[in-house]
């Protein structure tokens, strides 16, 4: 089998799913899962209470921890899947701060000057898969999971990540993508949605054959499905 390696990002708002995806997916392809730095992160909870206070050092941590994900992954040797990319840092999560008067223009200028710095020679992921929900989903599946600092997550706040979300990925064109809506899917406990989902990842890689799976579907090709709204 051959040497070459895949890198997979799967984007997404909070409580799309994203963390149960990637260890489902790398057990399925026998990739490296790299999860989201979340219960060890010292700002998350603070942040949540206090936004404004916390939103800058909230993103540089996240900056920081994501960006040494990507580089171990395009320079390890092994395929890998990462939980959620340093793509959504700043076109996703600082973005809707600043415009929601949560970060200072100060702040954001200077984050964003570092961001394109430390993204501007980065390898982009072999494929970006976005996983999609709409907000009242998302809602009531933050509330599931229990996480006290959640609780103050407010509609608005959703709504917006959603928002600018679809319109990065409508514009994204740094490599291969993969749009799925979710709302009705469930790939953990449906195995027919989970198979569906495989499937349209092998489709959208070019390198199909250098996985340890199943059967490829019969019609391989680059996939780059269309924007829903």
């Known amino acids: 089998m051959s040497q070459q390696r895949v890198f997979i990002a799967i984007s997404g708002n909070i409580g ?25 992160n010292p700002y998350l909870s603070d942040f949540y209470s206090d936004m404004s206070r916390w939103s800058f050092p909230l993103q540089i941590f996240f900056l920081n921890h994501r960006l040494n994900v990507h580089k171990n992954i395009s320079g390890g040797t092994v395929s890998a899947i990462q939980d ?13 701060l600043y415009e929601q008067g949560h970060m200072e223009e100060r702040d954001y200028v200077n984050y964003l000057s570092l961001y394109k710095s430390v993204c501007g ?42 928002l600018f979300y ?3 990925m409508e514009g994204y064109s740094i490599g291969p993508k993969l749009i799925v809506q979710s709302n009705d899917r469930d790939f953990l406990y449906n195995k ?6 495989a499937d349209e990842i092998l489709a959208a890689i070019d390198q199909k054959d250098l996985f340890d799976y199943g059967s490829l579907p019969s019609n391989i090709k680059q996939l780059t499905t269309p924007l829903k709204k």
């Open 16 to 40: 799309t799913g994203k963390t149960t995806l990637t260890q489902l997916l790398a057990d399925r392809f026998r990739w490296e899962p790299r999860f989201e730095a979340v219960e060890d």
């Open 192 to 197: 027919t949605d989970f198979n569906w989902l």
């Open 166 to 168: 679809d319109e990065w």
């Open 121 to 162: 020679e980065l390898q982009p992921p072999s494929l970006m898969i976005y996983l999609r929900k709409d907000v009242d989903i998302l809602k009531d599946r933050i509330s599931k999971r229990g996480r006290d600092y959640e609780k103050s997550i407010s509609d608005e706040y959703l709504s917006n990540l959603n």
């Open 84 to 96: 959620r990319s340093i793509y959504e840092d700043a076109n996703i999560f600082a973005r809707n």
